[in-house]
């Protein structure tokens, strides 16, 4: 495919032996791959149950002992712009939420990044979830109308050029505001977002420059959702083609389909499956292990669910499999 890029999702967590081991192998691989870019999630917490992350059940818990000691991605990234001034991979958060941080600051860090990097910073945007803002008192309803005006303020301070801003908003209102950081050669961050249900996707099509699910889809699934972002950038007067589509997949790599099969159907991976909403388990002729409301994967059990994801589901596929599935 023409233009086809891939980049590589480094785990931003604290493992044993030094503070940067994880980040440098990562680096090293995207580098030795031709990876185009390497990301960053932004959590404070893990989507996985601490009673799972233990040996008996993953060997990594040997090498990354605390699952929960995410870094600031953001203080990251500086960090591996620095290191990375030759390779010139491009430096991602997939990605910072609404809730946890006000989107002047997201806008600031952004756009610091991008000038220092020169160039090379992308904004990863979402909602983010339950389990990483209530936790840490952060109000949780409305997560998409919050979402929608955290975008639409950072889109305004961008672009304002240094003229004080005021716009009226239910979340995130602006009295005057300065924002005053340069574009880097005339460019700021393109803003990928995490979008799938309906709403999120019209958002998308109105202000981001790239859309970037991250449950797995048929291609058909994919191409539907597509058209919808297209349709609203073209509604709200942007060219629908400027709309990069990308996504985020777990990858799984092994000798044998015996030994990808062991790897699925280990207890992390399970557990990973029940992010996917009920939803899009019952359009696959699974139950969800969780029933209808799904609840976060924090407060699932370590035994093995009786009703894994099959391999003809979004959440696990071989490449073959979805070759013929294409």
């Given at each position: 495919m023409n233009g086809f890029k891939t980049g590589l999702m480094e785990p931003g967590v604290n493992p044993r032996f030094a503070p940067d081991l994880l980040l440098r192998n990562t680096r090293a691989h995207a580098v030795a791959g031709g990876a185009d870019s390497m990301w960053l999630p932004d959590h404070l917490n893990s989507l996985l149950p601490a009673s799972i992350w233990k040996p008996a059940y993953t060997g990594i818990a040997k090498f990354i002992p605390r699952a929960d000691a995410f870094y600031e991605p953001w203080t990251t990234l500086g960090y591996l712009a620095a290191r990375n001034r030759l390779a010139r991979l491009r430096l991602g958060v997939g990605v910072t939420d609404a809730g946890r941080r006000n989107p002047a600051v997201t806008a600031q860090a952004a756009a610091t990044l991008h000038l220092l990097s020169r160039g090379r910073a992308i904004l990863g945007f979402g909602p983010g979830e339950r389990e990483g803002n209530e936790p840490y008192g952060v109000d949780w309803s409305q997560p998409v109308g919050?979402?929608?005006?955290?975008?639409?303020?950072?889109?305004?301070?961008?672009?304002?050029?240094?003229?004080?801003?005021?716009?009226?908003?239910?979340?995130?209102?602006?009295?005057?505001?300065?924002?005053?950081?340069?574009?880097?050669?005339?460019?700021?961050?393109?803003?990928?977002?995490?979008?799938?249900?309906?709403?999120?996707?019209?958002?998308?099509?109105?202000?981001?420059?790239?859309?970037?699910?991250?449950?797995?889809?048929?291609?058909?699934?994919?191409?539907?959702?597509?058209?919808?972002?297209?349709?609203?950038?073209?509604?709200?007067?942007?060219?629908?083609?400027?709309?990069?589509?990308?996504?985020?997949?777990?990858v799984l790599t092994a000798r044998t389909d015996t030994h990808v099969d062991e790897m699925i159907n280990s207890t992390p991976a399970r557990i990973f499956a029940l992010c996917a909403p009920a939803y899009v388990w019952a359009r696959h002729g699974v139950e969800h292990p969780s029933g209808p409301t799904s609840p976060a994967p924090r407060t699932c059990s370590p035994t093995p669910s009786t009703n894994p994801p099959p391999s003809t589901t979004p959440t696990a596929s071989h490449p073959h499999s979805s070759a013929k599935r294409s």
């Open positions: 919050r979402f929608e005006e955290a975008l639409a303020t950072i889109r305004a301070l961008w672009n304002s050029g240094g003229t004080p801003v005021t716009r009226d908003s239910t979340f995130f209102p602006l009295r005057d505001a300065i924002f005053d950081i340069p574009p880097h050669n005339g460019t700021r961050p393109p803003i990928w977002v995490a979008a799938h249900g309906p709403r999120m996707l019209r958002i998308t099509g109105r202000y981001a420059d790239a859309w970037f699910p991250s449950y797995a889809q048929t291609p058909k699934e994919y191409a539907e959702k597509l058209a919808v972002i297209r349709a609203a950038a073209d509604t709200a007067g942007r060219d629908p083609q400027t709309v990069l589509p990308a996504a985020f997949f777990f």
